[in-house]
């Protein structure tokens, strides 16, 4: 028997079209802001104008910061001046600062101006940090309590003020000079007495992260101990505010992203796939390309010197690609893992005489395994089975000999590149596959011809 799906995008556009727009509502105010922001994102955007004014304050706020880019900016291209404030109202300042940023200057100027007071002077203090720290992604609105408050007296408060708070599931003790004394857990103080003071329960050690610092470093500081929350503090350790969780998420997937786009050789974008034109994305991309193209012609001039040699024995051009695709392959196993490893902070810059010696003993053990079974393959497939008369067992102890020593070295160039530029400064994630294959490249072709020279005296 078949079966029929209705679809929600295909059912709103219905009630739209019939103008039911108290059961629209009511369907809306059911639905997580991220499902809605992602209904909004299949619906025409004359439509989504409509849908959006129908929900209620809070929920239209948290969908709006679920949108893209190009969604927000055409709905506040669209929004009264009243409408505009009341979305601005309910956002946390972290985010309104997050779509600030991603605004044109017109349209920053609207955002401001119908911010009151406290939120444009919020939204200017996380501004003034860099970008990727600490400080440009935490919130200031957090739950804080007092060393000598009851649990009594911290219930209170946490009622008054927790309704605009991030979170209150963690909260946070200052001292009169907003200095961090401890943190406390809503747990802590729901299961304690009334008369217990707050200075008693709370843990002291606190782990915290500075204005400053950079923001993968919180993030994976969240991860490590499973926060919920982590408090930001300046240079005299006064509480300025917090990175939740769902803000390190964010930092994490934006760090893999830029990661993998560098590893690709592409210039980072924050931009999804589909939101990229044609002529940006070529403008992401080609930058590398000529970069590569340009080094890639050591490579050409190496084998031109050693044409003469080539001519005496033609079937070793045959083996090039093969050295060249081998070496670069092994060179991106050991980048990958270092970088990875470098990123969850397994190793610093002071193992590396460690990790050298380790994919050395790899690369030994891989690199003779590959030359033992590509002269095997020479000798029983190019020579006897295809009848390759210039296939003789020296060219392929030439070629296997290479392999092994281009798997050596690749993976000691793997390993050792990103490893440095992380201590220069430079991103690892820059030293991955298609700049660490440039350079096997180069070094599998002096190899082979030097080993050729050698053993068949050419």
Known sequence: MERNFVTVDVTINKLLDDKKYKTLRDILTTMNAYDIACLFGDIHDSKVQILFRMLPKELAADVF????????EFLIKGFSDSELKDVVDELAADDAVDIIEEMPANVVKRILRQADAETRKQINELLKYPDDSAGSIMTTEFVNLR???TVDQAILRIRRTGIDKETIYTCYVTRDDSTLAGVITIKDILLADEDDIIENLMEENVISVGTLDDQEQVAQIIRNYDFLAVPVVDTENRLVGIVTFDDAVDVMEEETTEDIQKMAAITSSDKPYTKIGVMETWWHRIPWL???MISATFTGIIISSFEHKLEGLIILTAYIPMLMGTGGNAGSQSSVTVIRALSLEEIEFKDILWVIFKECRVSIICGITLAVVNFVKMILVDNMLFQNPAVTPMVSLVVSLTTLVVVVVAKIVGCS?????????????VMASPFITTIVDAVSLLVYFAIATQILNI
Not at 65 to 72: A, F
Not at 418 to 428: L, Q, S, T
């Open 65 to 72: 910061v679920e949108m893209d880019e190009d969604t927000q």
């Open 417 to 429: 590149l990103p490893m440095i530029a992380k201590k220069v400064g430079m991103d690892p994630a």
């Open 290 to 292: 000529l970069l590569l």
């Open 147 to 149: 060393p000598s408050m």
